[in-house]
């Protein structure tokens, strides 16, 4: 059915419907798993069973409801193996990147996951790396479009609408962004960029016909096929970018050095069990591994490249 006014009033009526659709799913997620607000190593009232919890808060990389059920499991696994030196890891979840990064910037976050790019940033609001993701080959940009769609080469995105998570998000943004760029076709001027809040919100752009192509990463995508296969079989991918490491492992400074280890150890054998590599595998991930910041020297060599070529990014600022 065409609306009064002919196609473009069609395409702005799936605009406000894919709108709406997004902001009842996350209005629904959110009351139920609402942000918490930040609070300090708490103690239980039990002198002789004195535990210390700290904030774990990995960054927006797939939708909320699965990020809370696949990083509850990891961390149940882990505190477990915590219990024993009375330590404990809260999981916070964040519905869009701009939250995370307000956290990350406050300090409130004892743990983080966050992607490379944030994982530079954090070391400038006291925040040291020990660890990462593993399977860096799988830290890249993606670009889907419909089936059907008419578009067949990169230049053919020239006037096109591009759904994208957030202006932070390093693979599904930024690193298409300069790939785009790289292939002579300006984000700022020859595509209209939409920042959408989540992945799963810029592949259901497309999927609707709202955009002509989104961006995305790989985790995000094979978990979208899980989940809205319906949706998936319309569209697929038809570009990537090169790789970059993997988002990273932060710990505040302020958090004693012991703990931080132990946390460290717990997570880096996390992957030792059948249910670890069952869980690991629902998060995308092989296992977590040691790493410190020059780990990340390729994301700033990155990130002197993107601004040099696409625009200067405003760090946890945006």
């Known amino acids: 059915m065409v609306l009064p006014g002919g196609p473009a009033a069609s395409k702005k009526a799936n605009f406000r419907a894919a709108t709406v659709l997004c902001c009842l799913c996350l209005l629904c997620w959110a009351c139920g798993?609402?942000?918490?607000?930040?609070?300090?190593?708490?103690?239980?009232?039990?002198?002789?069973?004195?535990?210390?919890?700290?904030?774990?808060a990995p960054h927006p990389l797939m939708n909320p409801q699965k990020l809370a059920e696949i990083y509850g499991?990891?961390?149940?696994?882990?505190?477990?193996?915590?219990?024993?030196?009375?330590?404990?890891?809260?999981?916070?979840t964040s519905l869009t990147y701009a939250a995370f990064n307000e956290k990350l910037a406050?300090?409130?976050?004892?743990?983080?996951?966050?992607?490379?790019?944030?994982?530079?940033?954090?070391?400038?609001?006291?925040?040291?790396?020990?660890?990462k993701m593993s399977c860096d080959e799988e830290f890249r940009g993606i670009i889907l479009l419909r089936k059907n769609s008419p578009i067949?080469?990169?230049?053919?995105?020239?006037?096109?609408?591009?759904?994208f998570p957030a202006p932070t998000a390093l693979?599904?943004?930024?690193?298409p962004e300069l790939f785009l760029q790289e292939h002579g076709i300006d984000p700022a001027k020859d595509i209209v960029e939409r920042f959408v809040g989540t992945h799963d919100s810029a592949m259901l752009n497309v999927c609707l016909g709202v955009t002509e192509a989104a961006?995305?990463?790989?985790?995000?995508?094979?978990?979208?096929?899980?989940?809205?296969?319906?949706?998936?079989?319309?569209?697929?991918?038809?570009?990537?970018t090169p790789s970059l490491p993997n988002n990273g492992l932060v710990a505040l400074q302020s958090v004693p050095a012991q703990v931080r280890d132990k946390v460290a150890q717990a997570l880096f054998h996390i992957h030792e069990t059948p249910e670890g590599?069952?869980?690991?595998?629902?998060?995308?991930?092989e296992r977590?591994?040691?790493?410190?910041?020059?780990?990340?020297?390729?994301?700033?060599?990155?990130?002197?490249?993107?601004?040099?070529?696409?625009?200067?990014?405003?760090?946890?600022?945006?």
Not at 109 to 128: K, R, V, W
Not at 153 to 161: M, Q
Request: aromatic residues 10%; neutral net charge.
């Open 33 to 56: 798993n609402a942000d918490q607000p930040p609070y300090e190593p708490a103690y239980s009232s039990e002198p002789s069973a004195r535990v210390t919890q700290y904030i774990f």
């Open 73 to 92: 499991a990891l961390l149940d696994m882990v505190n477990k193996r915590l219990a024993a030196e009375h330590i404990e890891l809260k999981l916070e």
């Open 106 to 131: 406050a300090g409130k976050l004892h743990f983080a996951l966050p992607n490379p790019y944030q994982t530079i940033l954090s070391l400038e609001h006291g925040y040291a790396v020990f660890g």
């Open 152 to 163: 067949t080469t990169l230049a053919g995105l020239k006037g096109a609408s591009v759904s």
């Open 171 to 175: 693979a599904a943004t930024m690193m």
């Open 215 to 240: 961006c995305t990463w790989p985790i995000a995508w094979q978990l979208f096929q899980k989940e809205r296969p319906a949706q998936a079989r319309l569209i697929a991918v038809r570009w990537q």
């Open 277 to 285: 590599r069952r869980v690991l595998n629902m998060a995308g991930v």
């Open 288 to 318: 977590f591994e040691p790493a410190d910041g020059a780990t990340f020297a390729p994301v700033r060599d990155f990130i002197t490249r993107y601004t040099n070529a696409v625009r200067e990014p405003k760090g946890l600022d945006e």
